[in-house]
């Protein structure tokens, strides 16, 4: 059984591809009931600075099938405002500071789960933020949280990263295909009311990336993930055979396509000018959308996407309620690799 | 030990009176210590759209006292905002479909529970409804969410039914008659400041019917129950020999009464037209609120109140702090009713 | 072991200095291993009127690691509006009256907590409060709510008590100064951009008080503790060879202190006139902060603040980043003596 005990679980790329496939081992043989993660009397504070279905659901679900316990908090709602600026005079609108914060939550759970997106919110209300992606992509609070914290700290989301949710996705790749290596994944961008955070594709293209599979990134010129990501996707890909390309050809991408992800996302070139965004991306919408007819110029490709999906916008109802939608299974694949996150990282 | 694993539990109109005796048997045993029912390591999900106390720490502790675990979610602020309409493009304000949502939160637990009533509000802060009564009695949304659900679906409260209070209404009718059969219930409407949905009434008149009582519905003209609810009570309550009928006659209703339980609701007729409604019903206030000397016309009846309720507008201070009042422990009898539907339902 | 069986925990002022030991002595053991406080199945509904960290995850996880159960609830959005006028007609905001709440939540969990403060708020949000010290003292709503409870209620803090806090930093000057008899103690007034709640130092003075501690409240003129509380802490540490006295002379306070615990909190003379008394105490802010070269004025002292702290406000970060500082230490001691507490009062 995997021992990362003490580890923090920020992204993925903090792992070598065999401690990914370690826990993939892990959640596998926990999801059959051939192991139990040993998290009898284990405590997870989980911090939501948005809001949350299936992360929440499912770490909470996954401590509590094996003994544990989630205490779920609503940052700014449930408890004071925080600060992570240092040195910085309190005297505004924040009261507790991640210098405390960090070992409090610590002192009193064996994990804490943080989820903090600028970019996440309910419905279509408008995302408040100041400055530029490259300050947001530092994830400062949580970094700074987790410089002060004295047991494992796991990413439920942050502004770069969405780990949990690349090893759902790569479970389920290994449990729909055996072997994925040398297969077609391609994370095709889709349209959206909104300009969505790129953490989740980061994710899951690393996902796609540590199973060694042909990795095709299908978005239109200006709204391509961030380099750096791409580079070490490519790096971790091409060691294990693989390859991450990336294109705006959508015939081209979709042309012996095993896997097609979906994944709607916010330009990092138009960031901090969401107007001319969405000025800029309306004409993609039709165009854009993964619906039955492209589909079918795949090589029999399931669908996967990470869920929320606005349907119709998105994809079609035609491909989510199709047996090619593997959107459900994925989900599920949060809970149980959630439990191996947990149960691995669980001081002995 | 009565078994209905898998089963739906959204209105008790859809268990035989045999059930929902075996249901109440299971209760009893519950609460007596002579049973457990099999919760341990269970998760429910639960899903509050409106506020609740009784309905969410008796579902809570329930779970809990049995080696389960309730995942409460307050919807649309703890989460995405949900959608059901089929077929529609969602460019709007919700996030997430039913068609997502059920199987996955089916994959994360193993019962899922939905409180969604439409004209349910905190403090003196309006519904805001649109459309007809019919179209709320739909209940769409938790039909909708079944549909797709793969594990036991639980109505917390819905805008027709709130059959986990109907239970725990029978259960306390059993424990205070003894054989209820033939004896006379009044379920009797009083006025109060907004209005209230009939999912309450209607579960608590079937709560008599099903144990063969004689059921009195007390109430304005203009201020009836769904017809259709009213047939099906009363043919359930007359195979057992009771009987249901409705008056507006105050002093004919609680003579010879053994049971009187008050409830403040919404006129069907005016419905759309809450303004209306208020100028029709103020006439109504003081007539019909649940006093001492109203308590002393009946045949020693004792008095039930699903609660929250409004003192002094609803019921008299006289009549809630007296031995004549059922109301704390009819609410205590959620919480034994509900480890009885949780342990029911349960899949083996 | 001690038993507080069916006791409510509304101040430590409550029970006797060797009740309070005792809870100390069973949280030491708690803390070591030694012994498990006996909360298997047991459920506790924590209703927070006011955000938490501290209270909120020390309670939960003491439940959780021995195998209960917490309810957490936020009134008013989770719940009903509650009354707790005696004989009021509810046709207003509030919905819920004590005489039912507490008596349910009663049937429903093995222990009430209830954190409700009218002058805590989340970062700079004014409170909104109306009538003088001497009505929030009262703490009605805690006190109506224990007449009708049938379990043990604990106070995460009132206006006028916050005992859970003054148990941990008992429990923390213990470890540090092995026997506290005769050692100084200094509670410091610090500035702070809102009026805060007393109830923290009322109870932070007892802490020291019921250790037979050398007590010097230093604030300054019109920055007084409640009177009684004096009063009362000056008795219970006179009894035990200690004392307890009240100076704004700073130096002389901080010569020869072995603790110095910082509070900053609202002036009771000033109360309900917040805008004169910013005016008042906005000179005193650079006074008052402690700082590094204040604690080298004392006799090596260590530094204690309940937290949540608004750092260079209140204290320096050349205090809290130093070893001086005891603030995680006490923070965590919030978890032993909940376990204690809950422990302790739990019906056997």
Chains 1, 2, 3 share one sequence.
């Not at 995997?2 to 892990?26: M, N, Y």
């Not at 279905?53 to 925080?82: H, M, P, Q, Y």
């Not at 299974?329 to 149980?336: F, G, I, K, P, V």
Request: glycine fraction near 6%; charge should be neutral; aromatic fraction near 8%.
């Amino acid at each position: 059984m995997i021992d990362l005990s003490g580890r923090d679980f920020l992204t993925t790329l903090d792992f070598s591809p065999e401690e990914i496939r370690g826990l993939l081992s892990f959640a596998r043989d926990i999801k059959s009931g051939r192991v139990r993660p040993a998290l009898e009397g284990k405590v997870a504070a989980l911090l939501f600075f948005n809001p949350s279905v299936r992360t929440r659901t499912s770490c909470e679900s996954a401590l509590a099938r094996f003994g544990g316990t989630a205490i779920a908090l609503a940052a700014g709602k449930d408890t004071w405002n925080f600060e992570c600026r240092e040195g910085f005079v309190m005297d505004q609108n924040t009261q507790e500071h991640v210098r405390e914060l960090a070992p409090v939550l610590s002192r009193m759970s064996h994990f804490v789960g943080i989820r903090k997106s600028e970019l996440v919110t309910v419905g279509l209300d408008k995302a408040q933020v100041t400055g530029d992606y490259a300050e947001l992509a530092k994830d400062e609070f949580i970094h700074r949280f987790c410089e002060f914290a004295e047991v494992p700290v796991i990413n439920l989301e942050s502004n770069r990263w969405h780990p949990m949710q690349g090893l759902a996705d790569s479970l389920t790749m290994l449990e729909k295909l055996g072997d994925p290596r040398g297969k077609k994944y391609v994370l095709t961008w889709t349209w959206h009311p909104k300009s969505l955070p790129v953490a989740t594709p980061h994710s899951q293209l690393l996902s796609a990336a540590d199973l060694g599979m042909n990795v095709t990134i299908l978005r239109p010129e200006g709204w391509g993930l961030e380099p750096e990501v791409v580079r070490r996707a490519r790096q971790r890909a091409e060691a294990l055979g693989g390859s991450v390309s990336e294109t705006d050809d959508i015939d081209a991408a979709l042309r012996g396509a095993h896997v097609v992800c979906a994944k709607e996302w916010g330009s990092l070139d138009y960031y901090g000018r969401f107007d001319e965004e969405q000025a800029a991306k309306a004409p993609l919408r039709a165009r854009w959308i993964v619906d039955v007819p492209k589909l079918e110029k795949t090589d029999d490709a399931f669908f996967m996407h990470c869920l929320p999906v606005r349907r119709n916008v998105v994809v079609s109802d035609g491909v989510l309620n199709s047996n090619r939608s593997a959107v459900i299974d994925q989900a599920e694949n949060r809970l149980w690799t959630a439990a191996a996150v947990f149960g691995a990282l669980a001081r002995r």
